[in-house]
C-alpha cells in the first residue's frame, strides 16, 4: 500500500513538474489554475485613441496592446480571448483610463465610428465658426479642442507661424482670416487639437478655393481677395438661386469698378456680429470702415466665408442692365435700373 502511495505522489510530482516546465504560463493560469485576470484594470490618466489594423493575428494585437500599456502579458490576452470565445475587430477605438481587460475586450469587439463629423455652414464669420466648432467638440472625452485659442489664431493668424504654410496667406498676408475658413465637411477624430483643425479647414480652402480665385484678375479683372470679398457679399446678399447670386454679383463688381457706393447692408452688419439686427439711421451715419453707404470701396475684410457657389457666380457673373436690387419681405428679388426706380419699389415692397 506504501509503494502505491509513493507511485501515486511521483507521477503527481511529474505531472506538476511538467506543467511547471513545459507549459506555457498563460494556459496554466488560465486553463490550470483558472485565475481570472480579466477585472484587473490598467491605471492611466487620460484616453488614448487606439487603431487596430485589419489582418493582425491575435497575437499581433495582443503585442499591439501591450505596447500601449493596456495589457501586461500578451500571452495570457490571447488565452483569455480564446478561451471565451471572443473576437476582436479591427477598427479606430477610443480607450477610457481605468480600464478593465474584460472592459477592453468588450470595446475592441465593437467598431464604433470614430469621427466627429463636422458641416461648416456658407456665410458665417468667424466669430460662429469657431463657436459652432466647439459645440462639435464639447462632447469629445479629450481636452484637446481650446475655443479661445482658436478664436486668438483666426483673427491673429500672424501670430501662428504655421499659417505661413499656405500659398493664400503668403500671397495676400490677411490681417484676419474671415473669408477663409471653407464652409464644407469635414471628419475629425475627437483627439484633434483645434490648431489641427484649423490647418485641415485651411488646406481645404488652399487646395479647392484659392486656384479658382487666382483666376479672377483674368476672368473679372480684379485680385483674388477683392473676389474673395465681393463673394462674401453675395453670399449674405443673395438668395441660393445661382442665377440671383450672377445678377447681384455683377451688380455688386460694376458698382465698384465705378466708384459708387455699394450700400450693401450685409457689409454694414459684419461688425455688430448680428445678421438679424435692425438697421438704424444712425447706424448709416456710423463711421465704421464698413459702413459702405458713407465709405466707397470694398469692405477692409470678406464679411463672412463664402461658399462655393457665391464664389463661381463672383467669377461667372451675369451682365444685366440694373444698378440697384432688393428682396421683399417673402425674399423675392426686384432690380433696378435707376435711384427712383429703386426707391419706389423700396416703398412698394418694404415699408
Given amino acids: 500500500m506504501k509503494k502505491f502511495l509513493v507511485s501515486i505522489l511521483f ?49 499581433q494585437v495582443a503585442n499591439f496592446l501591450q505596447s500601449k500599456k493596456l ?36 470595446i475592441l469587439e465593437h467598431p464604433q465610428d ?6 461648416l455652414p456658407e456665410g458665417y464669420r468667424i466669430d460662429q465658426t469657431t463657436q459652432k466648432l466647439a459645440q462639435y467638440f464639447q462632447t469629445s472625452p479629450f481636452n484637446n479642442f ?4 482658436l478664436s486668438q489664431i483666426v483673427e491673429h493668424p500672424d501670430t501662428c507661424k504655421c499659417i505661413s504654410q499656405f500659398d493664400f496667406y503668403r500671397e495676400i498676408k490677411p490681417t484676419t482670416l474671415e473669408g477663409f ?16 483643425v484649423l490647418k485641415t479647414i485651411l488646406s481645404m480652402f488652399d487646395k479647392q478655393v484659392w486656384p479658382q480665385l487666382k483666376q479672377a484678375k483674368q476672368k473679372i479683372g480684379l485680385s483674388s481677395y477683392e473676389a474673395l470679398k465681393i463673394a462674401s457679399i453675395v453670399e449674405r446678399e443673395a438668395s441660393k438661386n445661382f442665377e440671383e447670386r450672377q445678377m447681384i454679383a455683377d451688380i455688386i463688381i460694376r458698382r465698384y469698378k465705378n466708384g459708387w457706393f455699394l450700400q450693401t447692408d450685409a457689409v454694414l452688419l ?12 444712425a447706424d448709416l451715419n456710423k463711421g465704421s470702415p464698413y ?23 463672383v467669377l461667372t457673373p451675369k451682365a444685366n442692365k440694373y444698378w440697384y436690387y432688393l428682396h421683399d419681405k417673402s425674399g423675392q428679388v426686384h432690380y433696378s435700373i435707376t435711384f427712383s426706380e429703386h426707391a419706389a419699389k423700396v416703398n412698394k415692397y418694404l415699408r
Fill in 270 to 281: 459684419y461688425p455688430y456680429k448680428d445678421w438679424s439686427r435692425t438697421l438704424t439711421l
Fill in 291 to 313: 459702413n459702405v453707404y458713407k465709405h466707397k470701396g470694398l469692405p477692409p475684410t470678406p464679411i463672412c466665408s463664402p461658399g462655393i457657389s457665391a464664389i463661381k457666380a
Fill in 146 to 149: 481650446n475655443k479661445e485659442r
Fill in 11 to 59: 507521477l503527481i510530482a511529474i505531472g506538476l513538474a511538467v506543467v511547471y516546465f513545459f507549459v506555457p504560463k498563460h494556459y496554466y493560469i488560465c486553463y490550470v489554475l483558472q485565475k481570472d485576470y480579466s477585472k484587473e484594470k490598467r491605471v492611466s490618466d487620460t484616453w488614448q485613441r487606439l487603431k487596430v489594423e485589419s489582418g493582425l493575428s491575435l497575437m
Fill in 114 to 119: 470614430p469621427y466627429i463629423h463636422v458641416r
Fill in 181 to 196: 475658413l471653407f464652409p464644407a465637411g469635414y471628419d475629425f477624430y475627437k483627439d484633434v487639437s483645434d490648431l489641427d
Fill in 71 to 106: 495589457i501586461d502579458d500578451p500571452e495570457y490576452f490571447v488565452c483569455y480571448v480564446s478561451k471565451n470565445k471572443r473576437s476582436i475587430k479591427s477598427g479606430v477605438y477610443y480607450i477610457p483610463p481605468s480600464l478593465s481587460i474584460a472592459r477592453l475586450i468588450n
